[in-house]
T-cell receptor
């Protein structure tokens, strides 16, 4: 499984966009990028995933560089409730028993008033 | 919205005792995962089931940990005997598996404290 590198921590002002980077330079051509977040004392929550195209849903946007070696999760209007640890994961192709989601230590995002 | 159910939410035990955690995945989810999360670290995969079969248990300390999913639905993770270093959050997750798009759905976790 490809390894990811994320900053340990980031701050963001409430109401501003939060841009969380992730490096995955060893990603394979058919591996997907997934993002999860974990609010204190809860289980991780799925946010979004993508292969090569940019993706957007009701929670966030995912921007993947053309070479696929890095990505950015964007929370367009951060709120205090977005304070959490954010994990970037790359995993083998979908629909395979070999798929394993390997979590690193993530980025602790603190949204400040 | 369907959720992954886990119990107990909290467990305090003494070292050398046995402890068990239960997980009921979202209905229809074929793949079930047990993760261990030590405070301040990301979750670490212990075991992955596809239906009732173990797909990956390479990180499961098999001398003291066991996991089963007998009917391919709910699952139990057991530790015997518990050691001080086992204090952690034990997370269960499920996914659609072969029919899905890969995202995991996590339960609230079972927090274990070994004294």
């Amino acid at each position: 499984d490809a390894k990811t590198t994320q900053p340990t921590s980031m701050d963001c002002a409430e109401g501003r966009a939060a841009n969380l980077p992730c490096n995955h330079s060893t990603i394979s051509g058919n591996e997907y990028v997934y993002w999860y977040r974990q609010i204190h004392s809860q289980g991780p929550q799925y946010i979004i995933h993508g292969l090569k195209n940019n993706e957007t849903n009701e929670m966030a946007s995912l921007i993947i560089t053309e070479d696929r070696k890095s990505s950015t999760l964007i929370l367009p209007h951060a709120t205090l409730r977005d304070t959490a640890v954010y994990y970037c994961i790359v995993r083998p192709p979908l629909n395979t028993n070999a798929g394993k989601s390997t979590f690193g230590d993530g980025t602790t995002l603190t949204v400040k008033p | 919205e369907a959720e992954v159910a886990q119990s107990p939410r909290y467990k305090i035990t003494e070292k050398s005792q046995a402890v068990a955690f239960w997980c009921d995945p979202i209905s229809g989810h074929a793949t079930l995962y047990w993760y261990r999360q030590i405070l301040g670290q990301g979750p670490e995969l212990l075991v992955q089931f596809q239906d009732e079969s173990v797909v990956d248990d390479s990180q499961l300390p098999k001398d003291r940990f066991s996991a089963e999913r007998l009917k391919g639905v709910d699952s139990t993770l057991k530790i015997q005997p518990a050691e001080l270093g086992d204090s952690a959050m034990y997370l269960c997750a499920s996914s659609y598996g072969l029919r899905g798009t890969g995202e995991l759905f996590f339960g609230e976790g079972s927090r274990l404290t070994v004294l």
